[in-house]
């Protein structure tokens, strides 16, 4: 019997079942729903795993790659962009190369529909000399995890499983198999596996590369990279992960009789696309997001100038695929009947009614109503719609924690008032840092944490910093006297516009914590 | 699959995109209709919006279910059998969907939390314009059945005289879904989907 699952939720089961001694995770839209289904079923089936919230992506993986280290399975989730941000554990991950078996899902976000960009985690994946998974379904979202802590165990380095928002946020029926038990493996023999000093790094680079060949016959011999032979090669096709569903949903529909390569595992199977490209007149590869592989196989100079694909203009070069697009590729253009009407209105998402960040930004507002240049550095959570009407309150959003430090950059030019506008969970993600260069150079700067005591972007998970806001802020030197607390509430608006203005003011750091709960959060609890 | 050689049995397939604004329910009418066609043993796709929107954005789900494997999670254009709405204006947004006989069933019911929200009576009139569509005035019919917050199940109701699977599974999927709320919160949601079935009833 098939259980109908997000493909976020097939891969939490499969990890699950896999064995994991945990999970590691920092909320990210749409890699979420992963940890919140262990967390569930640690809580309902009282598991003895580790599942709580990490601070950041870079402690997450860091903390998994202890467990691995320490002989046990675990499963590191992140959004794409989150990546960035744990980079420098993950590439020295595939340099020391694993025990217990490491899964790293980047979960990414082509078309943009709740990021900052749409970078593609491939290429992480190659700059770091690791196998990727690429699923294109649900069901093998969930088999690709049962075997990625296999493989990671087999090669000893970390597996990266690739997944964009539509397989993570669509359900589709998931049959799974019973669960394993591993015993756990001996701690590391060799001292000097994990210590990267120049002579071991260097050793440990040499493994890396000496594997490559390993890990590009595993990808040739793969099961999840399949060649659907067709009779019709005026035309071969390579799709990859969730690529191959637009295809197959419009060969299927039109009869095509194309030849489809299907790729779910990487190092890209060059064998495997030669053959295919030797065949066929014309290749067209669809990628769920970089044209990374294409380019590869066009080469600088396109000399044969038989693939096509994002980069000569048969599918955009930007977004997410979708089976519109593919069809138009295929020369298949579907038609709309109908049209949307001129006079609808578009609705973006906007803060909650009662949201304590709407009375930060209207004290914000109303405090530097008579400042000249208005200038406010502002960070990533719900509170970045405060750039929207009818607040117009912000005026940057970067990366996790750029308020502080951007407004501290604008200090230190000369802008006057410097204020920076944070939420809880993203003060502690990666503002700390940033907090602390300003304490050390006095910069004039205010920050005001926006503190709803969650994470409430991405559903209300537990914010690491919750109720240690001004004991952090102490401990790292900023007087006591220049953090104040305030209530973001209508009817302190007076109060709050005051304590405001007496902190821009001020020639030094300040922290301005405005606490009041998200309102999502309260009302849940009211519920329970 | 060619039952005489010539002609291709048909196939049981319904897309169905359930519009709505974040906050009205409209994940749970798609999570009844999973419920209902997995006991169907139908196949089932059903792409989801998650974050930022919810916020009072407008949402989508594409909800795809069918006797044959699926593929793509997204609904090609031009191919919604239905577009269903929790409110008056969002089905307007995905026109582009559907089927030239595709149906479109939607609450009269106004969400008013933009500055420029259209003319009521233009939205009206572009929906009357379609060959077919059902207007149901859901916030009513839910009140009727004991809670204001049940217009999504009155919506599903609406639908549910379009769609090939017994209202019966509809009605286990609503005591699988609220089985932790109290038996109240099943009964309400249970009339409002009889109301429902019963003003989208087809002519």
């Known amino acids: 019997m098939s259980e109908l699952l997000l493909g976020d939720e097939a891969i939490a089961q499969a990890a699950l079942d896999a064995d994991i001694a945990g999970v590691y995770a920092y909320p990210g839209t749409p890699s979420t729903e992963i940890t919140e289904y262990i967390q569930k079923a640690k809580h309902v089936q009282k598991l003895p795993i580790h599942a709580s919230w990490c601070t950041n992506e870079k402690t997450a993986y860091e903390a998994a790659l202890g467990v691995s280290y320490a002989g046990k399975r675990a499963l590191v989730c992140m959004k794409h962009v989150g990546l960035n941000v744990a980079a420098d554990a993950f590439i020295n991950s595939a340099v020391t190369g694993t025990n217990g078996g490491l899964v790293l899902v980047s979960a990414d976000d082509p078309s943009m529909h709740s990021s900052q960009d749409e970078q593609d985690s491939r290429f992480y994946a190659k700059f770091a000399m690791i196998p990727v998974l690429e699923p294109s379904n649900q069901q093998e979202a969930y088999d690709a995890v049962r075997y990625a802590f296999d493989l990671s165990e087999e090669v000893k380095l970390p597996v990266m499983l690739r997944i964009t928002t539509r397989l993570a946020h669509s359900r589709a029926g998931v049959v799974t198999k019973p669960k394993v038990q591993v015993s756990p493996k001996p701690l590391p023999s060799s001292i000097s596996q994990f210590v990267l000093l120049p002579v071991n790094a260097r050793k440990q680079y040499k493994l890396l590369l000496s594997l490559q060949p390993k890990l590009l016959e595993l990808a040739e011999t793969s099961s999840y990279n399949i060649l659907e032979d067709g009779t019709d090669t005026s035309l071969g096709i390579i799709a990859c992960g969730i690529a191959y569903n637009y295809v197959k949903e419009n060969t299927e529909k039109f009869g095509l009789k194309y030849p489809i390569l299907k790729i779910s595992q990487y190092p890209f199977p060059e064998k495997s696309a030669k053959d295919l490209i030797d065949r066929c007149k014309r290749v067209l590869i669809f990628e769920e997001g970089y044209p990374i592989y294409e380019e590869l196989l066009r080469g600088l100079l396109n000399r044969e100038q038989k693939i096509s694909g994002r980069l000569d203009g048969t599918l955009p070069r930007d977004g997410e695929l979708n089976p519109d697009i593919v069809a138009a590729a295929l020369n298949h253009p579907q038609q709309s009947s109908f049209a949307t009407p001129e006079l609808l209105a578009g609705r973006p998402p906007q803060l909650c009614n009662g949201c304590s960040h709407r009375d930060v930004y209207e004290a914000l507002n109303e405090s530097l109503k008579d400042v000249k240049e208005k200038h406010v550095f502002s960070d990533i959570g719900c509170y970045t719609l405060g750039a929207l009407p009818p607040f117009n309150a912000i005026n940057t959003c970067v990366d996790m924690g750029a308020s502080i430090t951007m407004a501290k950059g604008a200090a230190d030019a000369g802008l006057r008032p410097a204020v920076a506008v944070i939420g809880d969970s993203t003060f502690t993600h990666s503002g700390i840092t940033g907090l602390l260069d300003a304490v050390n150079d006095n910069s004039p700067l205010t920050v005001i944490i926006s503190d709803n005591d969650t994470t409430a972007m991405t559903g209300g998970q537990d914010s690491p910093g919750n109720g240690k806001l001004f004991n952090i802020c102490k401990g790292i030197g900023v007087k006591e006297e220049h953090i104040v607390k305030l209530l973001p509430h209508r009817n302190q608006l007076e109060k709050n516009v005051a304590v405001m203005k007496q902190e821009f003011a001020y020639e030094g750091v300040s922290v301005i914590i405005a606490n009041r709960e998200c309102i999502q959060t309260a009302s849940r609890k009211k519920k329970k | ?203």
């Open chain 2, 1 to 203: 699959m060619y039952s005489n050689g010539f002609q291709k049995e048909k196939e049981m397939k319904h897309d169905i995109i359930v519009a709505g604004v974040g906050g009205q329910g409209i994940l749970s009418i798609a999570a009844v209709l999973d419920f209902a066609a997995l006991k169907n043993n139908l196949y089932v796709k059903q792409a989801e919006v998650h974050g930022m929107s919810q916020r009072g954005g407008a949402v989508e789900s594409h909800l795809r279910i069918s006797d044959r494997p699926i593929y793509s999670d997204l609904i090609p254009r031009g191919n919604a059998d239905i577009i269903v709405s929790v409110e008056l204006m969002e089905p307007l947004r995905y026109l582009p969907f559907l089927s030239p006989d595709g149906w479109i069933v939607t609450s009269t019911t106004i969400e008013k939390n933009i500055p420029n929200y259209p003319d009521v009576s233009e939205i009206t009139a572009s929906i009357q314009k379609l060959p077919h569509y059902k207007l149901i005035d859901s916030e009513t019919l839910a009140r009727n059945a004991g809670s204001a917050r049940a217009e999504n199940m009155v919506m599903l109701g609406a639908i549910s005289n379009l769609i090939d699977i017994p209202i019966t599974d509809l009605e286990d999927g609503i005591r699988f879904l609220f089985a932790k709320k109290d038996t109240k919160v099943v009964e309400t949601n249970l009339a409002a989907l009889a109301a429902g079935k019963a003003a989208g009833a087809i002519s």
